[in-house]
């Protein structure tokens, strides 16, 4: 069964910097796509970033320039290097492992990790 595990969430003062990680299990998941999203009070979950088996990167807009994406070796473990932080990042950030089969697409969800940025 796949699990997901994630670390590194806590608090931090604005311009400060936090390191999240996502470990998962149950699959190798050579070609899936492994996502941080999060989501703020009253906010819908957003995706903050991506990055597919071939190293292809996507950012949100808000943290383009700060937050940095990288896939650790084995495709196992993915870290969000998150910094310059500011309060607006405070969140419940999650990570997600997205893949297609031939029966079609799955996603599955970590737990959930508290960032708290105070100013």
């Known amino acids: 069964q796949v699990q997901l595990a994630e670390s590194g969430g806590g608090l931090a003062q604005t311009g400060e910097s936090l390191r999240l990680s996502c470990t998962t299990s149950?699959?190798?998941?050579?070609?899936?796509?492994i996502g941080w999203y999060r989501q703020a009070p009253g906010k819908q979950r957003e995706l903050v970033a991506s990055?597919?088996?071939?190293?292809?990167?996507n950012y949100a807009d808000s943290v383009k320039g700060r937050f940095t994406i990288s896939r650790a070796n084995a495709k196992n473990t993915v870290v969000l290097q998150m910094n310059s932080l500011k309060p607006e990042d405070t969140a419940v950030y999650y990570c997600?492992?997205?893949?297609?089969?031939?029966?079609?697409?799955?996603?599955?969800w970590g737990q959930g990790t508290q960032v708290t940025v105070s100013s």
């Open positions: 997600n492992v997205h893949v297609n089969t031939f029966s079609g697409p799955s996603d599955y």
């Open positions: 149950g699959s190798s998941f050579s070609f899936a796509v």
């Open positions: 990055i597919g088996s071939f190293g292809r990167i």
